[in-house]
């Protein structure tokens, strides 16, 4: 089992860590996390993008001039898009074409994404995130947990928090650099992203419990 180091409040490490979840051990399909990061990236744009065809350009219907008889190529109505000012032939329609990943394809990305910042020592784990009350506490505790990975100042770390202490985000939020999403929320691009991440002791065991339950649903149907 990979152990993580855990941490309290105060910033002070607790001599016994925690085991990382088994479905976050040993994937190594860097492959399936760089398409994940694709799709996500893919996303990220609105896609709402649309030019107007020909039959939609306000312009005369007449013909501009005589089939034959100019010396010039044959031509109907000044909306075609070879003119200035007509409808485009093969611009973008405005219709959504999201990529999609599967439920399991992006568990497993995810699962990539951290065991490869468990493996650079990027993942620290605190206990004890409730008792926070103060933007000025979760501004020291962030500090000296940085210290731990020789970093001085905040820059692109994420914080996940559990379900349960989701209100601890109003402490957090107004520090520089830092950005705080719930642990259920969390998936492969958004950990990878990060520099580091901080997770929520309580997140973990929450994770857990929710497995267990949908297993055992599972197997009374």
């Known amino acids: ?24 051990i040993e994937q190594k399909n ?11 990236e893919n996303r990220l744009h ?8 020909r039959g939609e350009v306000k312009a005369s219907t007449r013909k501009i001039y005589a089939q034959k008889g100019t010396g010039q190529a044959r031509h109907g109505a000044l909306s075609a898009p070879i003119f200035v000012g007509g409808g485009k032939a093969h611009g973008p ?4 074409r999201s990529l999609q990943l599967s439920k399991k394809m992006s568990q497993k990305a995810l699962a990539v994404s951290l065991s490869l910042k468990v493996k650079d020592d990027l993942l620290l784990v605190v206990d004890g995130l409730e008792s926070l ?4 506490e979760a501004a020291d505790l962030l500090k000296k947990l940085l210290k731990t990975i020789n970093k001085n100042k905040c820059e692109n770390v994420c914080i996940a928090v559990s379900d349960a202490n989701k209100k601890v985000s109003m402490y957090l939020i ?7 999403e719930r642990f259920s929320d ?3 691009y958004k950990v990878f992203q990060a520099d580091v991440l901080i997770v929520d002791k309580q ?6 419990n929710k497995n267990i339950d949908e297993k055992k649903k599972v197997q009374k149907k």
């Open 46 to 53: 609105a896609k709402n993008a649309r030019t107007k065809r």
């Open 174 to 180: 107004n520090i520089k650099g830092l950005k705080v």
């Open 93 to 96: 329609d405005g219709k959504s």
């Open 203 to 208: 997140a973990f065991s929450e994770k857990q």
């Open 1 to 24: 089992m990979t152990k993580l180091s855990v941490y309290t409040v105060k910033g002070t490490k607790i001599k016994e860590g925690i085991n990382l979840p088994e479905k976050y």
């Open 186 to 188: 969390l998936n492969a």
């Open 133 to 136: 009350k103060k933007t000025k």
């Open 30 to 40: 860097i492959f399936l996390l760089a398409q994940a990061i694709r799709v996500y």
